[in-house]
């Protein structure tokens, strides 16, 4: 059995096709899981750091998955070459919001046969979003999921084209209509921490600031009061 968290199970229901590119694959447990449940038949798993890469070259040896996953070392998408066309899901997980827009948009290209994206932030979903909308993405679904204290955002995404309100690229236009409990424990914990931050600040002296965290706090108070 390949041990898997419920935050990467949960990303794992939502892949599709037979062909896995999982980008920042640190053990590799993602491609490892989704090929036990037989969900799909092979995969690519990227690492741009050797000692998660040589850790994924372990543990998939040692799980006997050397001929079905093919580990390979470089930077975000771009150890995709034209040749893997048949990947029809790319995962990008456990990274913040931030750094997934920054491999989707450093390595698009190494994509042209746009496959399903599943893209699991830990934080700032907002840039991946963004950057979905403005490349011919359209998110098909969204879901939260807590574990060990911390709510992670997964967003699937599949070609087509959407159009996002300020809302809906902040809070997740399949998140915010209907909060769940989860959604309305992340964004109680944001208006805190927000709350913290405006506590160490003098409202005279650090106005613009001061102003800026109150209007996020209004923000997300409209969201959670609709
Ligand atoms: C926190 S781990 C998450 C591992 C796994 N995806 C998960 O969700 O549990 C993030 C991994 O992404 C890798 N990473 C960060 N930036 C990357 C990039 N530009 N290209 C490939 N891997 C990257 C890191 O080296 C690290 O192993």
Known sequence: ?????????????YIIGDSLADIGSDHAFLPMYSL???QI?????????????????????????????????????TILNPEDDHVDTVTICGMGGPLIAKILTQGFEHIPYRPRLILQSN?????????????????????????RAHIYEIIVADPGTMTLSARDLKFGPFLHPNPSELFVEKWTREIEALHDI?????????????????????????????
């Open 123 to 147: 934080i700032q979903s907002e840039p991946i979003r963004r950057f979905l909308q403005a490349n011919g993405y359209q998110i098909v679904t969204e879901t939260l999921i807590k574990e």
């Open 41 to 77: 038949k092979s995969a690519i798993a990227g690492e741009v750091i050797p000692g998660p890469y040589q850790s994924a070259v372990n543990s998939v040896q040692r799980h006997g998955y050397h001929n079905q996953i093919d580990i390979r070392l470089g930077d975000g998408l």
């Open 1 to 13: 059995m390949i041990p898997i968290n419920r935050r990467l199970q949960k990303v794992s229901e």
């Open 198 to 226: 405006k506590e160490q600040l003098d409202p005279v002296r650090h106005q613009a600031r001061y102003d800026e965290i109150t209007r996020q706090e209004n923000e997300i108070k409209e969201v959670l009061n609709q």
């Open 36 to 38: 036990e449940q037989g």
